[in-house]
C-alpha cells in the first residue's frame, strides 16, 4: 500500500524526511512506527537515545526490516518474511547494515525497496496514460 498521503503531514517534512519519503511512496504492506522523535518532551532516557524506530513488511521483497536510530547509529536490519520467526534459519537470515548518515541509509533503503518503487512508477505510468 502506497501512502503518499501521509507525506502532506508536516512532522514528516522534518526529521528523516527523507527515510519517510521513501517508505511513504514504496509499495509496503506493512508499518510500524514506534519511533519518538517528534515528541517535544521525552520521558526517559531510552526514548531520548532511540528517536527512530520503524518496522515494514513486504511481500514484494520477501522481507522484515527494521530501521533503527539508537545510541547514535543509524541501522537497517533485513530478515525473510517467509520463515517461522523461532527457526535457526530465520535468524540466520538477519543482514545487518549501519551507516553514518542518513544519505547512506537512504541509498540502501532504495536499493533494498527498489522492486516496491518500481511498481509505483509504472502504476504512476500508467495512470498518465490512462489520462490521455
Excluded at 517535544?40 to 527512530?52: I, M
Aim: negative net charge; aromatic residues 12%; proline residues 2%.
Amino acid at each position: 500500500m502506497i501512502r503518499t498521503y501521509n507525506l502532506q503531514n508536516a512532522i514528516y517534512k522534518t526529521k528523516y524526511r527523507d527515510i519517510y519519503k521513501l517508505i511513504f511512496t514504496a509499495d509496503i504492506d506493512e508499518i510500524n512506527d514506534h519511533s519518538n522523535w517528534f515528541y517535544k518532551e521525552r520521558n526517559n532516557y531510552v526514548e531520548s537515545n532511540q528517536p527512530l524506530w520503524i518496522i515494514m513488511e513486504s511481500k514484494i521483497i520477501n522481507k522484515r526490516i527494521w530501521i533503527t536510530h539508537s545510541w547514535g547509529q543509524l541501522e537497517i536490519t533485513t530478515a525473510q518474511l517467509d520463515l517461522n520467526v523461532d527457526s535457526t534459519a530465520y535468524h540466520d537470515s538477519y543482514e545487518r547494515y549501519t551507516f553514518k548518515n542518513q544519505k547512506e541509509l537512504c541509498d540502501k533503503l532504495k536499493q533494498l525497496l527498489e522492486p516496491c518503487l518500481k511498481k509505483d512508477k509504472e502504476q504512476e505510468m500508467d495512470e498518465i496514460e490512462y489520462d490521455r
